[in-house]
């Protein structure tokens, strides 16, 4: 959420879209630090930016109305995809 609220604050210059972009980007950065209390720091970076990249592609259609075409669905599963293997891969 907080990119779309950035991408809506134009470059800063709106308050409200501002204030709860920088809000909700700390609480991500927040809640990735509890991530690494116990997931190697690949994982949890690459679960919190491919958790974050298919959100903010969801959001972004939801939103924004941007096209939904076969060729982003499949990558955004790829990335999906590979989010849960590391996961796997690190509980093995």
């Known amino acids: 959420m907080w990119a779309l609220a950035l991408h809506q604050a134009e470059g800063f210059t709106r308050l409200w879209p501002s204030v709860f972009g920088v809000t909700v980007a700390a609480t991500s950065f ?11 720091v690949g994982t949890a970076y690459a679960v919190w930016v491919g958790v974050g990249a298919v959100g ?25 995809a590979g989010v849960i293997g590391l996961r796997l891969t690190d509980t093995a």
Request: proline share 8%; hydrophobic share 65%; no cysteine.
């Open 30 to 40: 927040a809640l990735l630090t509890l991530a690494l209390r116990d997931l190697p």
């Open 56 to 80: 903010v592609a969801v959001a972004g259609r939801a939103v924004a109305h941007e096209p939904v075409t076969p060729a982003r669905v499949l990558f955004l599963a790829l990335i999906i």
